[in-house]
């Protein structure tokens, strides 16, 4: 499976854009990238995946350059209960690892 | 529709002691997994299963067992309590690679 690595943390302020990175350098071509996100000890929520090209759903906008070794998922106006821990992983089939994640703090 | 149900919440074992962590889940939902989360870390999968009858290895399965007898259950079983299974435990289902949906966990302390 191909390493994801992210930041350990970032903030944010409220109202404004959160964009988050994830460098997957090692992604084989049939990986998809897959963000989740976790609120304070509760079990992951699933935020957005995609392949190859850019996705837009309700929670956030999903951006994997065209070398796919990197991608940037944007929160377009991050709350306070946006604060979070934000998974990326790398993964061709079901079986989802989590690592460590970018712990998000947005602030009023 | 309640999704992925897990019981109980909370719970102390002493060394050595067996307990059975439930999961169910009403959506249908062929895949099942279970994770154990330890303070400051992120999620390890212990045991999956792609639908009734079938379960296979994770990460860190030693120390647990599980049974996948229905579409809707998929409980987790540590015989032999250690305190090195201390930890917050998710069941998570989904229909395929696409939208994992959580249990709340259940964190249980091993004394």
């Known amino acids: 499976d191909a390493k994801t690595t992210q930041p350990p943390s970032m903030d944010c302020a409220e109202g404004r854009a959160a964009n988050l990175p994830c460098n997957h350098s090692?992604?084989?071509?049939?990986?998809?990238v897959y963000w989740y996100r976790q609120i304070h000890s509760q079990g992951p929520q699933y935020i957005i995946h995609?392949?190859?090209n850019n996705e837009t759903n309700e929670m956030a906008s999903l951006i994997i350059t065209e070398d796919r070794k990197s991608s940037t998922l944007i929160l377009p106006h991050a709350t306070l209960r946006d604060t979070a821990v934000y998974y990326c992983?790398?993964?061709?089939?079901?079986?989802?690892?989590f690592g460590a994640g970018t712990t998000v703090t947005v602030r009023a | 529709n309640a999704g992925v149900t897990q019981t109980p919440k909370f719970r102390i074992l002493k060394i050595g002691q067996s307990m059975t962590l439930q999961c169910t889940q009403d959506?249908?939902?062929?895949?099942m997994y279970w994770y154990r989360q330890d303070p400051g870390m992120g999620l390890k999968l212990i045991y999956y299963?792609?639908?009734?009858?079938?379960?296979d290895k994770g990460e860190v399965p030693n120390g647990y067992n599980v049974s996948r007898s229905t579409t809707e259950d998929f409980p987790l079983r540590l015989e032999l309590a250690a305190p090195s299974q201390t930890s917050v435990y998710f069941c998570?289902?989904?229909?395929?690679?696409?939208?994992?949906?959580f249990g709340s966990g259940t964190r249980l302390t091993v004394v």
């Open positions: 998570a289902s989904s229909l395929r690679q696409v939208g994992y949906t």
């Open positions: 090692t992604i084989s071509g049939n990986e998809y």
């Open positions: 995609g392949l190859k």
């Open positions: 992983i790398v993964r061709v089939d079901y079986k989802l690892s």
């Open positions: 959506m249908n939902h062929n895949y």
């Open positions: 299963s792609v639908g009734a009858g079938i379960t």
